[in-house]
């Protein structure tokens, strides 16, 4: 199995930031993309960011110019930077992972979710 934990979420005010940590372990035989994603009270979980092993990144346009997502393939891990936040970025961001098992089998995982709130 494939276990992704996360870390770095909390309390920040408005105009703060955070970077939120997601490390990849287990049966692993390569990564095709991992990302975040957030879900607010009430509403449904959303794309914030991706980053493909291509390197190649997407994210909702909310928080272009405010949030950089990054991997390091070493440490499995992939980051969110996120900067200026605003009170609306306030939700439980999970972290979740595309990745091959072994060479034909193709497995998709998510964390367990870090709070991460934005006071005004």
């Known amino acids: 199995q494939v276990q992704l934990v996360e870390s770095g979420g909390g309390l920040v005010q408005a105009g703060g930031s955070l970077r939120l940590s997601c490390a990849a372990s287990?049966?692993?035989?390569?990564?095709?993309?991992m990302g975040w994603y957030r879900q607010a009270p009430g509403k449904q979980r959303e794309l914030v960011a991706i980053?493909?092993?291509?390197?190649?990144?997407n994210g909702a346009d909310s928080v272009k110019g405010r949030f950089t997502i990054s991997r390091d393939d070493a440490k499995k891990t992939v980051y969110l930077q996120m900067n200026s936040l605003k009170p609306e970025d306030t939700a439980v961001y999970y972290c979740?992972?595309?990745?091959?098992?072994?060479?034909?089998?193709?497995?998709?995982?998510w964390g367990q979710g870090t709070q991460v709130t934005v006071s005004s």
């Open positions: 980053i493909t092993n291509g390197d190649t990144t």
């Open positions: 287990g049966s692993i035989f390569s990564i095709n993309a």
């Open positions: 979740h992972a595309d990745v091959m098992v072994n060479s034909i089998r193709r497995g998709y995982y």
